[in-house]
T-cell receptor
Framework: DVKVTQSSRYLVKRTGEKVFLECVQD?????MFWYRQDPGLGLRLIYF???????EKGDIPEGYSVSREKKERFSLILESASTNQTSMYLC?????????????FGSGTQLSVL | EDKVVQSPLSLVVHEGDTVTLNCSYE??????LLWYKQEKKAPTFLFML????IEKKSGRLSSILDKKELFSILNITATQTGDSAIYLC??????????FGKGTSLLVTP
């Protein structure tokens, strides 16, 4: 069964901390994505990557960075966490080509920044 | 700017009812429209529609796309409590990422 695994389901951090959210997929997918989901705002794209070491900004990249050193792993980094980054973070992956729209999602990380 | 608008934002129905969820969009270089179901955390794929007027069906769920009028509907017949979820509509263009609507929260009561 295909799988996208996010390292933590729940995370509580302090303002100013550096936070790492990890995502691993076992489907050999080229594309990986980070979204955040907030009530009333839906899913918004933070960053995506279409290949190892490649990254593209999404709609709301400010305050975030990403790393993709291996094909199966895509990390989201909050350089200095702030309370407005409290949110549900969803990682997704998809294959290259005609099926690239079909995203497979992880179970999400609920991050609280205090 | 690309836009995906879902309606209604929330809905409460009784078991056995039929529901219709709506999704309208404005997007440059439209490629496809997708529906996802989100029960707890991970959205799961339901349908992908690329051609106008073709109905996609899976059991009690069906969806159709109107590329001329720029909308799609998701129908659920004979609803069950297990259909309670957030239903997400997303549109893809020539880029890599999906543009999501805010979702419709459906509650099916016994």
């Amino acid at each position: 069964d295909v799988k996208v695994t996010q390292s933590s389901r729940y995370l509580v951090k302090r303002t100013g901390e550096k936070v790492f959210l990890e995502c691993v997929q076992d489907m050999d997918h080229e594309n990986m994505f980070w979204y955040r989901q907030d009530p009333g705002l839906g899913l918004r794209l933070i960053y995506f990557s279409y290949d190892v070491k490649m990254k593209e900004k999404g709609d709301i990249p400010e305050g975030y960075s990403v790393s993709r050193e291996k094909k199966e792993r895509f990390s989201l980094i909050l350089e200095s966490a702030s309370t407005n980054q409290t949110s549900m973070y969803l990682c997704a992956s998809s294959s290259f080509g005609t099926a690239r729209e079909k995203l497979f999602f992880g179970s999400g990380t609920q991050l609280s920044v205090l | 700017e690309d836009k995906v608008v879902q309606s209604p934002l929330s809905l409460v129905v009784h078991e056995g009812d039929t529901v219709t969820l709506n999704c309208s969009y404005e997007v440059t270089n439209f490629r496809s429209l997708l529906w996802y179901k989100q029960e707890k955390k991970a959205p799961t794929f339901l349908f992908m529609l690329t051609s106008s007027g073709i109905e996609k069906k899976s059991g009690r769920l069906s969806s159709i796309l109107d590329k001329k009028e720029l909308f799609s509907i998701l129908n659920i017949t004979a609803t069950q409590t297990g259909d309670s979820a957030i239903y997400l509509c997303a549109v893809s263009n020539s880029g890599y990422a999906l543009n999501f609507g805010k979702g419709t929260s459906l509650l099916v009561t016994p």
